[in-house]
């Protein structure tokens, strides 16, 4: 939503900013997609095998470590801001426009990682039409305020960066309303919250993850990074090409979410037959959507672009790289597929295992290919690193597999 309204500003410089603030912000925030991955897969487990008390405790624990994480990002914005910005190797107005939009959003950074925790616990529990509400009032406030801020009052990028912030908050306090209203979670205390034995399954969990994360913030940061050394047009190009990617990888996240709960719950009941039934129907509907969004992207790929911006030589730009974007959904439906799959069962080494190995494709693949053909090379490698992503784990899910069907028998 932040590239579509700033996309018709009739000015290059704020899809750049936004490129960079919003990769800044990947690159913090994916660093704590542990509190919703892990707390799925723990709370899936313990949803399966009845344990109320331990599905609480997840929650519990999941809270402690967002606020406190969150209220740390906020107290240490300046030091992250300096290092962000030196990281990504911008300057110019892009630099300023992209920095305003940072100090503004960083004051939302305990409501994000809240709300990873609350949909993390929530798709445990096989409630996946919370998140969903959750993200309708998030999305639809965001899109409200920041139209009457930036169209109604002219406040450009500080009108999205304040939209989304508000957005933020809100989000995170409809959800905390609804998981009190309706699971009534116990507190145990401090206590318990600390029991080693499960703050180390907590962290073992969580540790692999984040590992996981430090390799897909690299590889974002430094596609971002490599636009906006071609310059601010290519930096534009790439922001739009993106929300491709981005688009499609939400609807697959449906089917990763799914993968988290369903799969989990199989195995806290240590019943195999129904997690190899939940493992083939989504990689079944997964190739589907995948193939829906490879032709609406062939027949569509330039109305979408008119659709995000109106600057008539970033999209002619465009043009040139369309074709690249036809292959994402073939190229990643398998990652998103597995990674659901991997996080439910709490298989995290292996999710380390795959991310590791298709970064390193990725920055092979970018090194060789970008000095000789350019931004074509790095669609290349970001396409590379994709596809190897769900290979590897389709690989290893079937030693997985039959290990799980030998405990339960």
Request: include cysteine; proline fraction near 1%.
């Amino acid at each position: 939503m932040d590239v579509a309204i700033v996309g018709h500003l009739g000015n290059a410089t704020y899809l750049a900013a936004i490129a960079v603030g919003g990769t800044v912000f990947n690159m913090i925030y994916w660093l704590f997609a542990f509190l919703r991955m892990g707390t799925s897969g723990l709370s899936a487990q313990a949803h399966g095998g009845g344990d109320s008390r331990g599905l609480d405790l997840v929650l519990e624990r999941g809270v402690a470590v967002a606020l406190g994480a969150g209220a740390l990002l906020v107290i240490l914005y300046y030091p992250i801001e300096v290092v962000a910005f030196t990281i990504m190797d911008v300057d110019g107005e892009t630099a300023v426009l992209a920095r305003r939009y940072f100090e503004i959003l960083i004051w939302g950074a305990p409501a994000v990682l809240l709300t990873y925790t609350f949909t993390g616990w929530t798709l445990g529990r096989k409630n996946s039409r919370g998140p969903m509400w959750v993200a309708f009032v998030i999305n639809v406030s965001n899109i409200v305020v920041s139209l009457v801020l930036v169209v109604g009052l002219r406040f450009k990028i500080e009108g999205v960066a304040i939209g989304t912030l508000s957005a933020q908050w809100l989000g995170a306090a409809v959800f905390a309303l609804m998981i009190v209203r309706r699971y009534r979670p116990r507190l145990y205390g401090v206590k318990y919250v600390v029991d080693s034995k499960a703050l180390g399954q907590f962290f073992r969990v969580n540790s692999d993850i984040f590992l996981r994360t430090l390799c897909l913030v690299a590889v974002t940061v430094w596609f971002t990074r490599s636009g906006a050394s071609q310059g601010t047009l290519m930096l534009a190009v790439n922001t739009l090409l993106m929300q491709f990617f981005m688009f499609f990888s939400y609807f697959m996240d449906g089917f990763a979410f799914a993968g988290e709960s369903l799969c989990g719950n199989s195995y806290g009941e240590h019943d195999g037959q129904q997690l190899r039934l939940t493992v083939k129907a989504l990689l079944k509907w997964g190739a589907g959507v995948a193939g829906v969004f490879t032709l609406v992207y062939f027949l569509g790929g330039e109305w979408i672009v008119e659709r995000l911006s109106d600057d008539r030589e970033v999209i002619a730009a465009t043009g040139e790289y369309l074709d690249w974007v036809v292959v994402i959904p073939a190229a990643g439906f398998m990652a998103f597929t597995w990674d659901g799959v991997f996080i439910g069962i709490t298989r995290t080494r292996s999710m380390l295992g795959s991310m590791a190995v298709s970064s390193a494709l990725y920055f092979a693949l970018y090194f060789i290919l970008f000095p000789w053909v350019g931004n074509h090379g790095l669609w290349i490698a970001f396409l590379g690193y994709l596809l190897s992503r769900g290979v590897y784990l389709q690989v290893v899910s079937r030693r997985l597999l039959n290990t799980f069907d030998k405990t339960v028998d």
